[in-house]
């Protein structure tokens, strides 16, 4: 089933929702920028404070803050997903040109539009502007400060005047208020009047229709205590009035009205909020550049992200087909066969990359099928070859060209006692092989030999064939011939030891009859003093005995009987055996250990127990012949113990001189011995009864250090009664 390869998409309504959300929040970021560019600029029909202006910035800050880290998150999702480099690096080119695209422009409108606001407001701002606006203010200030000196001077000169005639006032004369109109006219008030500190009207001249009392404020009355004039302007009515102190009447005040022009002094406000205005601007005017730097520095980032933004959705639309292709390739480089890439609904190259992709896929798995199944068919074939080859009981070795081993089979290891053979050189595991080797190599043709190998301390026969292989290196098959050799020498020797019987038995009876005879008969006749008659005829009797004893035991050799195989307790038999053959040599210590109190075995009692018996027989005979000024007492050490494979070992160990190393391997063979008298036949039974149990012998010598012989013997613990030719179960070595 082919794999399409997907992007894990969200649900439609996410999808939706975070649309509707980037959406929102782009008009949100576009309001504050307005709202900013507006405050900033002035239009705005609020009041630009600097506080307001302030939250502005923050919020702008805010979202700008959020669209960045929407893009960042955006960008590591990208990352983190399963891209390959080459698309990340893609990914990065087009966030690239679209961030270019967007700083570029604004850098430039950002210089020019530094300079031209920078020129602006130097103009704004120079030398010339400041003294235009400086005087024009000064010229209004100066008119008003005209018509207030003017009044404070006529209101002096009327009090001093009234200061004068205040008798008249005092007296309630009727003369004082024509005189008090008469200043007022002089003066050119509209309307003067003499009150007292309640605001209480004493005296009066004007158009009192025209201009009503307005009574002073307190203020005023201090202010004229003191001794000045206290002016105050009435703006809606056109006036401004003056009050000042009459020193010659106690609690009297004159007060006047003079009328001014309104549009002079609405022009001196004006000049003075001019004034005040410019100096403002002109303290603001750093603030402004900096508000002014601030926003567009908002408003080419809103730009950035923006673009930035654009440039990621951008480089996933153009690189998540190729994004897909590159986890494809991914995938096959994986072993992944089955992969497929949905092709863009739009035919363009990436249309056509896709699907000449999943045909190329297509295409190799199929290929990789017929490969797949070639390799199992090869391989049960290569297992079937290698279980033949570790099961087969001859040995195999494969070299190359070089005779480096490549190939040893189980059973090679074993005959030739190596571990792990491979890579070695085949000089090194048998060096026998290696000429034999060499020559089929260099023949071509098939090699057959036959030879002894030294394997460990034993030598063996083997039958050897080496062949080169069509690859160039050699195969070498080998199989152990020994016991087969040895069988076949003591089927030999047991024919040999049956006709030498019969001849040799045939003469010894008759000349053993007639040496009687000669002594019935010539005894006494022949009798002298030395006895040389006697003595030879009792050396004939001796020698005839002893041949006798000879013909006995190449009659047991040539007529031993197969195994009667039946259950027996073995630990039972080596007592008895231990214990009979104490009885007979007194003198040597012999020693039964096992960690067994029973152990029943199939085999033949009485053979096995002929040759454990020999053996402790020759044992001790070999103590005997140890020199009597040897100080060590003698002892024999028998042990039994479970052996590998279901078998059961027996150790058979001496303290007297051991084995000769120069004829240890041939003791087992027939009329092989090291002693004077001896027939070289006990160990050749003693090794034909093991072989006929299906088990295995070896002689050595001590290995710690210590003088003395060790045989061991392994058995199986169902035996089977061997033939003529024999087969053996297990391999009998000698070490």
Known sequence: ????????????????????????????????????????????????????????????????????????????GMRSA??????????????????????????????????????????????????IVEETAEVARDNYEDLS?????????????????????????????????????????VSARII????????????????????????????????????????????????????????????????????????????????????????????????????????????????????????????????????????????????????????????????????????????????VSAREDAEDRRQFVETLLAEVSAGVIRTDSQLQVTLANRSACALLERDNPETAQLGDMAPEFEPFARDALERGTPIDASLDVQVGEATRYFRLKAARDPAGGCVLTFDDATRLVMAQRQIAWRDVARRIAHEIRNPLTPIQLSTERLRRRYGERLADDDGVFERCLDTILRQVTDIGRMVEEFSSFARMPKPSIADFDIVALLHDICFSQGVVTP?????????????????????????????????????????????????????????????VKITIEDNGPGFPAEARERLLEPYVTTREKGSGLGLAIVNRIIMDHGGSISLQNRSDNRRGARVHIQLPHIAHAADDNPVPLLEESVV
């Open 1 to 76: 089933m082919a794999i399409h390869v997907r992007q894990s998409l969200p649900s439609s309504a996410q999808k939706a929702g975070w649309t509707l959300f980037q959406g929102l929040f782009f008009i949100a970021t576009l309001l504050a920028a307005i709202a900013t560019f507006f405050a900033v600029s002035g239009v705005s029909p609020l009041d630009p404070t600097q506080g307001r202006i302030a939250w502005l910035l923050g919020i702008n800050f805010v979202l700008i803050a959020l669209l960045g880290w929407m893009n960042v998150h955006r960008y590591l």
């Open 82 to 131: 399963r891209h390959g480099a080459s698309r990340n690096r893609l990914a990065r080119r087009f966030l690239m040109l679209f961030s270019v695209s967007a700083i570029v422009p604004a850098a430039i409108v950002a210089i020019f539009l530094g300079a031209m606001i920078t020129r602006g407001l130097d103009n704004w701002f120079n030398t010339r502007i400041d003294t």
């Open 149 to 189: 000196d003017a009044l404070d001077k006529d209101i002096r000169l009327m009090a001093g005047d009234l200061d004068n005639a205040a008798e008249g006032l005092r007296s309630g004369s009727d003369l004082y208020p024509s005189y008090l109109k008469a200043q007022s006219t002089l003066r050119e008030f």
């Open 196 to 371: 007292d500190a309640q605001g209480n009207v004493l005296a009066r001249a004007g158009m009192e229709a025209d201009y009503p009392f307005i009574k002073p404020p307190e203020s005023a009355f201090a202010e004229a205590d003191s001794g000045t004039v206290a002016q105050t302007l009435y703006e809606p009515m056109g006036l401004i009035t003056g009050l000042a102190a009459l020193s010659e009447n106690d609690n009297a005040y004159l007060y006047v009205y003079k009328p001014f022009d309104p549009a002079q002094l609405a022009q001196m406000r004006r000049a003075e909020a001019a004034l005040t205005d410019y100096r403002a601007a002109k303290t603001r005017s750093g603030r402004l550049q900096w508000l002014f730097a601030v926003a567009y520095a908002q408003l080419a980032a809103l730009i950035l992200l923006l673009s930035v933004r654009l440039g990621l959705v951008a480089a996933n639309q153009i690189t998540g087909p190729i994004g897909r292709l590159a986890d494809a390739a991914m995938a096959v480089r994986d072993g992944d066969l089955s992969v497929r890439v949905p092709a863009p609904r739009v035919e363009d190259e990436v249309h056509h990359l896709t699907r000449s992709f999943n045909m190329m896929t297509e295409q190799l798995a199929q290929q990789r099928d017929a490969l």
């Open 587 to 647: 003198d040597i210590d012999i020693q039964f250990e096992t960690s067994a109190q029973t152990v029943r075995f199939s085999g033949d009692e009485r053979l096995l127990s002929q040759a454990l018996t020999n053996l402790l027989k020759n044992s001790a005979e070999a103590i005997e012949r140890l020199p009597e000024e040897s100080e060590t007492a003698g002892r024999i050490h028998v042990e039994l113990t479970n052996g590998p494979e279901d078998c």
